[in-house]
């Protein structure tokens, strides 16, 4: 069975845990997204645990954001565990980008552009000048010029992004929701359809799918299984 472009979030630290959630859903799901909290509680060894008997890709979530210097270095140890994703954040600027890009040569540095959680409100405050779609426009541009081989963004900026960083460069968007699914933390969603639509490469799914363990893990396995359907 082809498997559909979903990059399962694993939003736990339970190394175990995760192992199951990964094993319920290896027919459907290309890819796993390990994040912050997962690497700064569980470390490089417990990446490691996890990519024991893994038969799909790392997309490993740092979003590493410091001087050009620390995050070449960064991006270096990160390469040791063989991801083919790595995040930085496209606001640390060209040189930033670059010194990943550099030093992590065989992994695909891929730049967050604005993140799904923030609203133009959000963004006002920070001090952005632009709206969330001028805003990650410009950044995935940056980003593109600087090397990244990949861009991370909300499904509602995928379709201008596309336009303007043409069509070898990946995109992966967080922020997909069921239409069934209440509202969380996510504010800038769409559903997984339309981000490919929309001009999307892989779409980045936690929730939707890793809670319905509470009723089992076949239940998780369906809820994958569904997203997967509708993607076909």
Request: net charge negative; glycine share 8%.
């Amino acid at each position: 069975m082809e498997k559909a472009p979903i990059i399962l979030a694993i939003d736990t630290t339970d190394v175990a845990l995760a192992q199951s959630w990964i094993k319920a859903t290896a027919d459907y799901v290309s890819m796993i997204k390990l994040g912050l909290e997962f690497f700064t509680t569980c470390g490089v060894e417990g990446v490691k645990r996890i990519q024991e008997n893994l038969d799909v890709d790392l997309f490993l979530d740092l979003k590493l954001h410091d001087i050009p210097n620390t995050v070449g270095k960064a991006a270096r140890g990160a390469s040791l565990l063989q991801p083919r994703f790595l995040t930085v954040h496209a606001s640390g600027g060209r040189s930033m980008i670059e010194a990943a890009v550099t030093n992590a040569p065989e992994v695909a540095i891929t730049a967050v552009t604005v993140l799904t959680s923030l609203t133009h409100t959000d963004l006002d405050r920070i001090g952005f000048t632009q709206s969330p779609l001028a805003s990650a426009v410009r950044l995935a541009l940056l980003a593109h010029e600087a090397g990244a081989q990949a861009i991370v963004c909300s499904p509602q900026e995928t379709s201008e992004i596309r336009k303007a960083v043409g069509p070898d460069s990946i995109i992966i968007t967080p922020g997909i929701r069921p239409l069934s699914y209440l509202g969380d933390d996510q504010k800038r969603t769409m559903t997984a359809r339309e981000a490919i639509v929309a001009g999307a490469n892989y779409v980045v799914i936690g929730r939707p799918i890793t809670s319905e363990w509470a009723n089992g893990l076949d239940a998780m396995k369906r809820a994958a299984g569904e997203i997967a359907e509708g993607l076909r």
